[in-house]
Structures are given as C-alpha cells and as structure tokens.
Nanobody, 121 residues
Framework: VQLQASGGGLVQAGGSLRLSCVASGGTFSTYAMGWFRQAPGKEREFVAAISWTGVTTYYADSVKGRFTISRDNAKNTVYLQMASLKPEDTAVYYC???????????????WGQGTQVTVSS
C-alpha cells in the first residue's frame, strides 16, 4: 500500500491543523493506521493509532485530549485533527499502516513521505 500525507504547515501556538493520509494500492479498510512524528535530532515517536474498524484509538500522553485520529474507509483516508498546538509539536508527521495497531514505529511496514508541522510561539 502507498501512503500520501498532507496538511502540514505553519501555525501559531494554540492553533489547529488537520493532517490527511490517503492510501492507494491496497485494501485500506483492513489496515490499522498510525501517526508518528520526528523532530530534528530526535527519534521518531508515536502520536496516535486507530484500528481498521475505527472503533479503537490510541494516543501518546503528550497529545491526548488535543489530537484526534479518525478514518474514512470509503475515502481510503486517515486524519489527524490537531488542536491547541504547542511549539513542541513541531516535527515531520508520518502516517503508517500495518495489520493491527501498535505504538511502535518498527512494527509498521508501510510509511508515507511525511508532512512538516511547525508551531510558532
């Protein structure tokens, strides 16, 4: 499956952004989807994940209550709605796919190209 992430940009602290990740070339509805991020000089970290049904979601403690992951299987798309953004949310955000949601980047076999999110203070 191929993944294409979009929606990043520059936003002021306290603002919102919605990231999208469109899948092609596979059966999207059978994959769990995850969002990860990587800031300069840091390791890639888990942000959120959603089961293939969309019923179960997982969040990193640092984004819980501010970010919402969702999916539309009819559109082969997973979203990450980000609110109350902070400068420490600045990173390249990646979407990823696998069978069964986990919080571990190494578990995911399919990755999008990343989209830059920059939050100014």
């Amino acid at each position: 499956v191929q993944l294409q992430a979009s929606g990043g940009g520059l936003v002021q602290a306290g603002g919102s952004l919605r990231l999208s990740c469109v899948a092609s070339g596979g059966t999207f509805s059978t994959y769990a989807m995850g969002w990860f991020r990587q800031a300069p000089g840091k390791e890639r970290e888990f942000v959120a994940a959603i089961s293939w049904t969309g019923v179960t979601t997982y969040y990193a403690d640092s984004v819980k209550g501010r970010f919402t992951i969702s999916r539309d299987n009819a559109k082969n798309t997973v979203y990450l709605q980000m609110a109350s953004l902070k400068p420490e949310d600045t990173a390249v955000y990646y979407c990823a796919a696998r069978y069964g949601a986990t919080r571990t980047a190494a578990d995911y076999g399919y990755w999008g190209q990343g989209t830059q999110v920059t939050v100014s203070s």
